[in-house]
């Protein structure tokens, strides 16, 4: 689950990392009410008002902006909220705006070149730890930090015996250049970033930048979060952050009936039975010279009612043109499935409308076959892996 800045900044809150001071408003009513509040929190006239979607590259976009009074927190606030903002990271459509973060300026006026430092958080998955990625290079992405100049990106591993050593943070504010009470602060700030990672149960903490006010304070003054799906459930106060606007709407759908959907670009539609299974059903249309539509995994009960579902959601990206039901029968049994997918087809009328393609394969397999064959449906059946794919391009040549 992807958080938005303002909620990943509550989270660094509670777990006492330094945030730069901000308040969500869904208006420029209570965006100017948001900036007084902070004036008389934090005593400075000037805010920057920043759009809360889930992508990065805002300020590229348009999407980040300072007010230096209060009019122009109302005017600034009035247009970002309902624009359709368009950064590196969003599609070229954009995203909807619905609700800024008035926020306290930290930046001093007029410095040209802040200290602006790149800190996350993160698993490693080819070592299987927790890693520290870090550099001098804050406020730009670091992608392209990565290909420009990878020298200055630093990397410190957690040992998940132990945790973050303190050794390690002071290590982090050294090669970042930092000495005196900014040393002393990053390293703070770098122990305190990494428990809020661990104890939310996060997979990424991404922080850029991070800043050093001219008083030598460190400050969170972006997050990027995202936290684990499947540690959720230890997090019962994290689940109402999800803000469902910000995701797919057929992967939100898929979702609420237990289906794992993936939607992708192409216009194969995919009905699968196990993950595996469904990446080298994936793997085998592109070979066949298609594009998958979806990444569906159907669980292991694929009966009328699932089959069903299914189809209901694969249905709903206009993209397909064909679909490909792929099916292993281990347990369930292949016959099962066949009659299943007869009987969703036949409750669904006609709205399906594109050719389908199903291999069954496994037990009772070849009743199966005969069970797709003599449906008198458009439904056309295969019994080898390749032989389901060509079948797909046929339909779709
Ligand atoms: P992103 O573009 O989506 O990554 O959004 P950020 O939260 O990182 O903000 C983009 C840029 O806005 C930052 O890199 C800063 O340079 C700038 N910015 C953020 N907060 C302030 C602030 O308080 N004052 C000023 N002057 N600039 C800010
Ligand atoms: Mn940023």
């Known amino acids: 689950m992807n958080l938005h800045e303002y909620q990943g900044k509550e989270i660094l809150n509670s777990f006492g990392v330094r945030i730069q001071r901000g308040i969500v408003a869904q208006n420029a009513h209570e965006a100017v009410a948001a900036a007084k509040q902070l004036t008389a929190e934090t005593g400075t006239g000037w805010h920057v008002i920043k759009a809360q979607v889930h992508a990065g590259g805002r300020g590229k976009g348009g999407g980040v902006k300072l007010a230096k009074n209060l009019k122009e927190v109302e005017e600034i606030a009035g247009q970002i909220i309902g624009m359709n903002l368009i950064t590196p990271q969003t599609s070229a459509e954009g995203k909807k705006v619905h609700q800024v973060l008035v926020a306290e300026d930290v930046y001093y006026p007029g410095d040209s070149e802040p200290d602006e430092f790149y ?64 040393f002393k602060e990053m390293t703070k700030f770098v122990m305190a970033l990494y428990t809020a990672y661990d104890k939310s149960d996060a997979s990424l903490f991404e922080i850029n930048p991070v800043l050093k006010t001219s008083d030598d304070k460190i400050m969170a003054v972006d997050a990027k979060v995202t936290i684990d799906d499947n540690a959720l459930y230890r997090h019962k106060n994290y689940v109402d952050m999800r803000d469902i606007r910000e995701e797919n709407p057929i992967e939100v759908e898929a979702n609420e009936v237990g289906l794992n959907y993936v939607d992708l670009d192409g216009n194969v539609g995919c009905m699968v039975n196990g993950a595996g299974l469904a990446m080298a059903t994936m793997d085998l249309i592109k070979q066949a010279g298609g594009e998958p539509a979806n990444f569906l995994d159907v669980g292991g009960t694929a009966d009328a009612k699932r089959v069903e579902e299914a189809f209901r959601i694969i249905l709903k990206d206009d993209n397909v043109k064909a679909i490909l039901i792929n099916i292993f029968g281990g347990i369930v049994r292949c016959d099962r499935v066949a009659q299943g997918v007869v009987d969703a087809y036949k409750n669904m009328g006609d709205a399906i409308k594109v050719p389908i393609i199903v291999r069954l394969q496994g037990t009772n397999a070849d009743i199966a076959k005969e069970l797709i064959d003599s449906s008198g449906l458009d439904v056309q059946s295969a019994v080898q892996f390749q032989e389901a794919a060509d079948k797909v391009q046929a339909v779709l040549a």
């Open 119 to 182: 800190v996350s958080v993160l698993l490693n998955r080819t070592s299987g730890r927790n890693m520290i990625m870090y550099s001098t290079e804050g406020g730009m992405d670091i992608e392209t930090v990565a290909e420009e100049t990878p020298h200055l990106i630093f990397t410190e591993e957690v040992d998940p015996s132990v945790g973050l050593l303190p050794f390690q943070a002071r290590r982090v504010a050294f090669n970042l250049g930092l000495s005196g009470g900014a």
